[in-house]
């Protein structure tokens, strides 16, 4: 399915959908956060296997995911996925260890500029999501998401993308204040902040590019009215395979990602705290 991406300026290549230059309230910080989080890798042993299946249908895709090993109650030995082909495209279903159960239908071939996507558990009413998201005015995406079926639960947010700059906000009805965001980017610097909780949280991100192989970035998060308080974390990573993170809890995390063969990869962590000695390992075989 089509999905606004975290790009920063709304520049968009012919042939590609204009969705693809706009930017989503939660992806203000995307920049920095890859760098922070993305691929720490440090508890289960992971076997997930993506198969394409032609026979199915285009587009049509079965994942599995098993942790070996698991302490944790589990209702089937593996989460599992199927993105299901044409005429139901942009639908996918899954069910995780747990037994939980998910379905994602994604609609926007009648309208181009507005997508539809529904999400819900099968189970409960109450967790149903419908999500409308609008891309017909110039470097605008605006979206709302009726939780529960109800407009009582009602979250909504806008988004405007510049050539080096994104502001944003989102509307909750039940918090009531609303969250700000703010993206600019000089050169390869890239700065980013957010307001949460009627300004009571705040969190201040940055993304450097050394060079086409070297990311450094950090985050700090002022909240001194927050169980949480004040935190920092940062994380520097080589050509996004290998990555070092240190966070105000004197947590030390490391990961590695290597390529075994073609559509083999593995993802592998270690994180150790400094101050009680607690560590964990993990490791991921995607195999695709």
Same mark, same amino acid.
């Given at each position: ?139 605008? %995406? ?35 204040? #609303? ?8 050169? #390869? ?20 590019? %050394? ?12 909240? #001194? ?20 993170? %240190? ?42």
């Amino acid at each position: 399915p089509v999905d606004v991406a975290p790009s920063v300026g709304p520049a968009v290549p012919p042939g590609v959908p204009r969705s693809m230059a706009l930017v989503k309230f939660s992806d203000i910080a995307r920049p920095a956060n890859q760098v922070l989080y993305d691929d720490f890798h440090f508890r289960g042993h992971i076997l997930k296997v993506v198969q394409k299946m032609p026979w199915a249908g285009a587009g049509s895709a079965l994942t599995t995911q098993v942790d070996f090993f698991s302490s944790r109650a589990c209702a089937t030995l593996a989460k599992v996925a199927w993105k299901l082909p044409a005429p139901f495209a942009g639908t996918a279903v899954s069910i995780d260890s747990s037994g939980v159960r998910r379905i994602d239908m994604l609609a926007t071939k009648r309208l181009p500029d507005l997508q539809l996507q529904l999400r819900s558990d099968l189970a409960d009413p109450r967790k149903t999501a419908l999500t409308c998201s609008y891309i017909g005015i110039r470097e605008v %995406l605006l979206r709302l998401e009726a939780r529960g079926g109800s407009t009582k639960d009602l979250v909504g947010e806008v988004t405007h993308s510049m050539p080096s700059a994104t502001v944003g906000a989102k509307f909750s009805s039940r918090t009531g204040a #609303p969250d700000f965001g703010l993206r600019c980017q000089y050169g #390869p610097l890239i700065c980013a902040l957010l307001t949460r909780d009627g300004l009571k949280a705040s969190t201040a991100s940055v993304c450097c590019s %050394l060079n086409p192989d070297v990311k450094l970035a950090g985050a700090y998060t002022h909240a #001194p009215r927050q169980k949480a308080g004040n935190t920092y974390v940062v994380a520097a990573s080589y050509k996004g395979l290998y990555k070092l993170r %240190l966070s105000q809890d004197s947590a030390i995390s490391c990961s590695m990602k290597y390529s075994l063969s073609r559509g083999m990869r593995v993802v592998a962590g270690l994180r150790l705290n400094a101050r009680t000695g607690d560590w964990s390992y993990g490791v991921q075989l995607s195999v695709d």
